[in-house]
């Protein structure tokens, strides 16, 4: 497993922007695949982008396509979630997570919170 660490969460108005991080521990962050989730209040953890080991390869929830872009540094062990055109819908605790190869995301982090203002 690996230990994450988020940050970059805030508070900013609808339509602007923030820049999400993850930090992770290990060696061989480069062999697991990363996601961001989020879960906004009252309701469920829902899945909102991942990217492979290599970077690649991206998919994205279809609430967030267009406006939020994933993306991996390996040599710096760091995971990214650049999130554009925020809206209220939006807001919501995102999580980093990772998943080693052939299996679920099972490494989570603790979670930053994003809040968007109208």
């Known amino acids: 497993q690996v230990h994450l660490v988020e940050s970059g969460g805030g508070l900013v108005q609808a339509g602007g922007s923030l820049r999400l991080s993850c930090a992770a521990s290990g060696r061989t962050f480069s062999s697991y695949a990363m996601g961001w989730f989020r879960q906004a209040p009252g309701k469920g953890r829902e899945f909102v982008a991942s990217?492979?080991?290599?970077?690649?390869?991206?998919y994205y929830a279809d609430s967030v396509k267009g406006r939020f872009t994933i993306s991996r540094d390996n040599a710096k062990n760091r995971v990214y979630l650049q999130m554009n055109s925020l809206s209220r819908e939006d807001t919501a605790v995102y999580y980093c997570?990772?998943?080693?190869?052939?299996?679920?995301?099972?490494?989570w982090g603790q979670g930053t919170q994003v809040t968007v203002s109208s």
């Open positions: 997570a990772a998943a080693a190869a052939g299996s679920e995301f099972g490494s």
């Open positions: 990217i492979n080991w290599s970077g690649d390869s991206t």
